[in-house]
């Protein structure tokens, strides 16, 4: 059973990177999967943020965020991160790590979920 | 980027009757729409893929239509675990956009 598991600071200060990451159990990250980030600030709807395949190296990302988003693989430790700089309190939300319900597409609805951690910038 | 909206924001409905909701798309999509159900504190869960397929695990009363802009989520006879939050997503074009909701709430 392919379970995510989002980890990272709850708490980051206004201008400052806000680095989150989804550690995978149940299946490899190096497989054909692509694998994503969606935020939902409070009581609003979900932002797509981006989108990674290992093998490829495709990334695909949201160009409301572009400027400001990394997303990266970890095989070694079947992870993968977001890093999103220059954060204001407009990206307090809570960031979930998710799959796509179909191999080798990334552009695709996600049927795997994390449960979600909540980020908050503040000072 | 393709705007989804969805109607009603709010749906008010009592346990056994039938829900109809919908999703618009601000341009053709065309059957490449999901459903999410999110209830409080949850991840969204995906219910509905390309339009019309109903994802492992989900009961027969979710059904979707539609293609093109117009789509709509349908359950058959509410039950109390359906009221929650609905999301519809499209993947035909990046970004991936999703529409702002409908929340169906006990009546």
């Known amino acids: 059973q392919v379970q995510l598991q989002e980890s990272g600071p709850g708490l980051v200060k206004p201008s400052e990177t806000l680095s989150l990451t989804c550690v995978v159990s149940?299946?490899?990250?190096?497989?054909?999967?692509?694998w994503g980030w969606i935020r939902q600030p409070p009581g609003k709807g979900l932002e797509w943020i981006g989108t990674?395949?290992?093998?490829?190296?495709?990334?695909y990302y949201n160009p409301s965020l572009k400027s400001r988003v990394t997303i990266s693989v970890d095989t070694s430790k079947n992870q993968f991160s977001l890093n999103l700089r220059s954060v204001t309190a407009a990206d307090t939300a809570v960031y979930y790590c998710?799959?796509?319900?179909?191999?080798?597409?990334?552009?695709?609805?996600?049927?795997?979920w994390g449960q979600g951690t909540m980020v908050t910038v503040s000072s | 980027e393709i705007v989804l909206t969805q109607s009603p924001a709010t749906l008010s409905l009592s346990p056994g009757e039938r829900a109809t909701l919908s999703c618009r798309a601000s341009?053709?999509?065309?059957?490449?729409l999901a459903w999410y159900q999110q209830r409080p504190g949850q991840a969204p869960r995906l219910l509905i893929y390309d339009a019309s397929n109903r994802a492992t695990g989900i009961p027969a009363r979710f059904s979707g239509s539609g293609s093109g802009t117009d789509f709509t989520l349908s359950i058959s006879s509410l039950e109390p675990e359906d009221f929650a939050l609905y999301y519809c997503?499209?993947?035909?074009?990046?970004?991936?956009?999703f529409g702002g909701g409908t929340k169906v709430e006990i009546k």
């Open positions: 997503q499209q993947r035909n074009n990046w970004p991936l956009t």
């Open positions: 998710a799959r796509p319900k179909h191999i080798l597409t990334g552009n695709d609805a996600f049927d795997i």
């Open positions: 990674i395949h290992h093998q490829s190296g495709g990334t």
């Open positions: 149940g299946y490899s990250i190096s497989s054909d999967y692509y």
């Open positions: 341009q053709s999509v065309s059957i490449y």
